[in-house]
């Protein structure tokens, strides 16, 4: 359930503690922060059960929202973002993420973090759509290995004059990166953890004598009833000195939060446009900074029409209307992607990239299933979202024995075409394979020789497998995507697929 529908006040807060300045003012301070993040790409809005099916965000929703909460302010305001803006629509994927950096332009965004899908096209790519930027895309835990220094495209922070109030702004970039991005692109740079990573930026940005210091970081972390404060966003909250930070936009977790940690507010208003985070930062006369929270949802059918921006993505718009229309097929059940959920959509598209690549086993990531198949018609746009990367299908020759190590190095909750697999404890209670057959029950021979068809992100030895990294193998050509297509267009339809559950999955 949401709770945002009303302007609601969550917290009010006051903490003591020096700011980053520590010069005495003479006249108390107001500025309003409005933070979104996980944008993928959603120039359009999008619909939800908790919205009771009315569209929620888009480039329109979110403008309307962001300036009403300008004006309704009358207070000096900074527009931050979280990051992963660009990966995830036919929209903004059709041209690398081009319109979604036209749209947090004419948003007049003041910063955001750099996400690690941001990264998803190269470095090259980034550099494209940092270049149209009018506002300042940040890193500053994201350093070279050969010389230590920061890459280009890691800027570590800003510093922004609005009215006679100064903020730093510095940015922050998930340590997950290197794991979910390709290692080829990732390989030249570390990601530093917590306040280390960030030590040097934030003294440059002291140095400044901000009135208010802000972190925007594509990095989770949160405090939940259940589980305590937690997170990478937390540890960072913790370690760093005391009044040194006033706010931290997170990123990366597409969920709502709105924690605080060590007097510091960590928010994020849920991905893909469905919310704004709105903060109001206080400091008075004697240096204590205070601060309200809340959370608003810019709906789209009451947002003021903008036909200026309409006009600036029309053409992205009718480009992925044109290849996202077409019809691919009908399914009859919604189709999780959820790791956990019935694993149907994710064994269908292991059993379609091992289709494509005419191979003994397929095997498909589980974090490359990125949304459900509702039912209904489905169009190639559908497709898209559950598999959006661009990855494409290669193929190897392996043997048993190597099957075996890779299902050994893959996630439990992987996705195999044609194996059975049956994991058990050792006994120090760590999860191990007890045995890996094919469906039909014949045995995989050490020595016997195999094929497997997988894309090309666990190839370059994503997720950890670098077993895959060292095989020799061939690109089909194919992308996950279209051989996704041309499987549900095989099928007959109403598609109607059996649950499969994971063999010997406890
Ligand atoms: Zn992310």
Not at 56 to 82: H, N, P, Q, Y
Not at 195 to 203: Q, S
Not at 384 to 393: E, K, L, S, W
Not at 473 to 495: C, H, M, N, Q, R
Request: charged share 20%; with cysteine.
């Amino acid at each position: 359930m949401r709770f945002s529908y009303i302007w609601l006040l969550v917290l009010l807060a006051v903490t003591s503690g020096n700011l980053a300045a520590g010069d005495s003012i003479t006249t108390p301070l107001h500025i309003r922060v409005l933070a979104t993040h996980d944008f993928h790409g959603n120039l359009r809005p999008v619909t939800y059960d908790w919205s009771n099916k009315r569209p929620v965000g888009g480039a329109t929703g979110l403008k309307s929202m962001l300036d009403d909460l300008e004006t309704a302010c009358r207070c000096i305001t900074f527009r931050i973002d979280g990051g992963d803006q660009m990966q995830g629509t036919l929209e903004s994927n059709l041209t690398q993420g081009v319109p979604v950096v036209k749209m947090f332009n004419y948003l007049e965004l003041d910063a955001a973090a750099v996400g690690n899908h941001e990264l998803d096209w190269g470095v090259d790519t980034l550099l494209a759509r940092q270049s149209e930027a009018k506002y300042a895309w940040l890193a500053a835990n994201v350093y070279r290995d050969d010389d230590g220094s920061r890459p280009v495209w890691a800027k570590p922070y800003t510093i922004i004059e609005r009215d006679g109030v100064k903020v730093g702004i510095i940015g922050y970039t998930t340590i997950s990166t290197p794991n979910t991005q390709r290692p080829q692109t990732t390989d030249p740079y570390e990601f530093r953890s917590g306040y280390e990573g960030i030590r040097t930026a934030l003294d440059a940005v002291w140095k400044e004598k901000p009135d208010f210091v802000i972190i925007t970081a594509h990095a989770a972390g949160e405090c939940k009833d259940e589980t305590g404060c937690a997170g990478e966003m937390v540890k960072l909250a913790n370690e760093l000195p005391a009044g040194s930070v006033q706010l931290i936009v997170g990123g990366h977790a597409h969920d709502y939060t709105n924690s605080v940690v060590q007097g510091i507010p960590i928010v994020r208003a849920g991905a893909y446009g469905q919310g704004v985070a709105v903060v109001d930062l206080y400091r008075s006369t004697d240096n204590k900074v205070s601060f309200n929270t809340s959370n608003e949802v810019p709906y789209a059918d009451t947002a003021r029409p903008d036909p200026v921006l309409d006009k600036l993505l029309a053409s992205s718009m009718t480009e992925a209307d044109t290849v996202g229309k077409r019809q691919v097929a009908t399914v009859a059940d919604h189709l999780s992607s959820l790791r956990d959920g019935d694993r149907r959509l994710g064994y269908l598209i292991a059993d379609a990239v091992r289709d494509s690549g005419d191979t003994d086993i397929g095997l498909q990531n589980a974090g490359g299933v990125r949304a459900d198949m509702l039912p209904g018609v489905i169009t190639y746009s559908d497709v898209f979202r559950v598999t959006p990367f661009g990855n494409v299908v290669m193929r190897l020759a392996v043997t048993g024995r190597q099957i075996r190590q890779i299902v050994e190095q893959a996630y439990t909750d992987d996705y195999f075409s044609n194996l059975d697999i049956v994991y058990g404890t050792d006994s120090a209670d760590k999860i191990r394979v007890d045995s890996v057959t094919f469906s039909d029950g014949s045995p995989v021979k050490d020595d016997g020789h195999y094929t497997l068809a997988t894309n090309d992100y666990l190839v370059d030895g994503g997720d950890g497998m670098t077993i895959l990294k060292n095989l020799p193998s061939t690109a089909t050509g194919i992308t996950v995507l279209d051989a996704v297509v041309k499987k549900l267009s095989a099928l007959p339809s109403p598609i109607s697929l059996p649950v499969r559950k994971q063999a010997g999955q406890k």
